[in-house]
């Protein structure tokens, strides 16, 4: 089971990809084994020379309890410190962000595959659209 963020390929160039342990509390686990989160929207930012994601959805799990986890809270990312600096470098270029790129379930664990990206400007989609569109047109000849 994995949950891919599709819009991250088209908005941004990935330079390079890191992968993440995430801190999780009570069902969260439940809900991300259930499919039921979404990397939409959200983002990473490094503080106190700590990963963060901030905004990720993880739906309430049904058959929680009262002690139900909050849907968008910050969670922490486990990268080791080398990672982090070079993270923390990459940002401080202009154009570069941390994106995340999938959440997936490797050995019982929760993993983020996270990118250091550049934004791309309108032109470099459309070259995009464009290219997609002629393998579509190839396939069906």
């Known amino acids: 089971m994995e949950i891919?963020?599709?819009k991250a390929y088209f908005d941004y160039f990935i330079e390079d990809e890191?992968?993440?342990g995430i801190v999780l509390h009570g069902t969260e686990i439940k809900s991300i084994r259930k499919g039921s989160a979404n990397l939409n929207d959200c983002y990473i930012?490094?503080?106190?020379d700590e990963a963060y994601i901030i905004n990720m959805y993880i739906a309430k799990?049904?058959?929680g309890n009262i002690h139900n986890h909050d849907e968008t809270r910050?969670?922490?990312?486990?990268l080791n410190k080398r990672e982090i600096l070079k993270l923390k470098t990459g940002v401080m270029?202009?154009?570069?962000?941390i994106v995340p790129l999938k959440l997936y379930i490797k050995n019982g664990r929760a993993k983020l595959?996270?990118?250091l990206a550049?934004?791309?400007?309108?032109?470099?989609?459309?070259?995009v659209i464009k290219k997609r569109d002629l393998e579509r047109e190839k396939r069906n000849y």
């Open 4 to 6: 891919k963020n599709k």
């Open 18 to 20: 890191y992968e993440a």
């Open 45 to 48: 930012r490094i503080k106190n």
């Open 61 to 63: 799990y049904e058959q």
């Open 74 to 78: 910050e969670r922490k990312l486990l």
């Open 93 to 97: 270029q202009e154009g570069y962000n």
């Open 113 to 115: 595959l996270i990118g």
């Open 118 to 127: 550049k934004g791309k400007k309108q032109h470099d989609k459309r070259e």
